[in-house]
Each structure stands twice: as C-alpha cells, then as structure tokens.
C-alpha cells in the first residue's frame, strides 16, 4: 500500500468518533437456532472525523490533508484517542505493558502486539505503527536499551537474541493506519455554521 508517515492532525482526531468493526454471519434456521461464524481474524477500525472539526481553519486544515494523501490513495497515521497506548489510558507505557514473544536464543526480531481480553478468547492486536521514539523493551524483567524500532511496521529488533524462554515485554504508544474512505468531501458552509458536521470517514488499512 502507498503509506505517508505522517499523522492527521491530532486536535481534529480527538473530536472523532469511531472504533473496532468486524465481520460476522449469522444464519437463522427454521427451528429458530442461529449459525455464528467470524469472517475475520482481526477487527478492522473506522471512524469519522468530521465530528472533529470546529473551525473554518479546521475544515481548511483537513481538506489539505485530503489533498495531499490524493483522496483514498494514500494512507497516514490517525491517533485513536479512546485507544493508543499498550497500558490504561490514564498511565505511562512502561517496559512490562505487553508480552510480545518468548526467546529462542536466535531470533532478534519481534513484532508488537497488544493484549485485549480477560482471559477467556483474548485477541492479540497487531501494532504496526508505534509512535517514534515511545517504545521501551525488557527482556526477562530487565531494561533494555539498545535496540531498534520499525516505526512503520512495529518490529523490534534487538542488539542480542534472548535467552530460550525468556519473556520479551514492551510499552508503547501507537497510531492506526487509516486512509480516507471516500474521493469525495463535501462541505457546506452554511450547514456548518447551524452545526451540521460533514462526513468525512476514515478506514483502518491492512498490509
């Protein structure tokens, strides 16, 4: 995918509205019992920023971002602000937020992920755009400082492979890739002024 490492403006993103979307078929038999089936392994995100806007300058701001990415073209950075950090919103990415993988003694790269559940059926979140210069790793409960990050793939790579059976474990702050989800803005001033927000919807993006 054609992919701009650059964040749509974050002021605006905070006003959005949006969240987890998945796919499921449910068929409903004579009898009354229902046939449940989840058509993808991961939920895929969208959201829609045109609650965001709150200015003329707001509505300016983003139709030159639109411009830029070519409409639905090219994809960027969106912050979730309901959801872009490894641990609680109202606490620090620390080291031990997330187990990412086990040592084998070889291996030195590791993807990061995100832990969602209670146990029961938890879904491990792929994070492939981590926020440059957020990410903190231990390995075996003991801080790690030299080591790499793929801010566009969230790979971490580090100076020496772990011991087998040592726990990897990161924090971090992280961005959805997103595109827009339409070639089309339509924005009228009139309405904006009475308080009728313009639609503009974003989708998250697979690799």
């Known amino acids: 995918m054609a992919f701009d490492d650059v964040r ?11 969240g987890p979307e998945r796919k499921t078929d449910i068929v409903t038999t004579a009898s009354g019992r229902e046939e449940r089936n989840g058509r993808w392994a991961d939920s895929r995100r969208r959201y829609n920023a ?18 830029e990415r070519r409409g ?15 641990c609680p ?30 146990g ?4 491990w ?13 231990a390995v075996a409960g003991v801080v790690q400082t030299d080591f790499n990050v793929d ?20 924090g971090f702050e ?6 827009f989800d339409t070639d089309h803005i339509t924005i009228s001033l009139a309405q904006f002024n009475a308080g009728e927000i313009p639609d503009i919807p974003l989708l998250e993006v697979r690799s």
Do not use: W
Not at 151 to 170: D, K, Q
Not at 174 to 179: A, G, L, S
């Open 125 to 137: 979140r792929t994070i492939v755009a981590p926020v440059p210069g957020s990410v903190v790793v």
């Open 72 to 86: 639905r073209l090219h994809a960027f950075r969106f912050k979730d602000h309901a959801d872009y950090k490894s």
């Open 50 to 67: 045109g609650f965001g806007l709150a200015s003329l300058d707001d509505i300016e701001t983003v139709v030159a971002f639109f411009e």
């Open 8 to 18: 749509f403006p974050t002021a605006i993103a905070r006003g959005a509205v949006g």
């Open 89 to 118: 919103a109202s606490a620090t990415p620390a080291p031990t937020d997330q187990t990412i993988a086990t040592g084998d003694g070889t291996a030195r790269t590791f993807q990061l992920r995100k832990r969602y559940g209670s």
């Open 174 to 179: 992280f961005d959805v890739p997103v595109r």
């Open 151 to 170: 801010s566009t793939t969230g790979l971490v790579t580090l100076a020496a492979a772990p011991a087998a059976g040592a726990v990897v474990m990161a």
């Open 120 to 123: 029961l059926r938890d879904h």
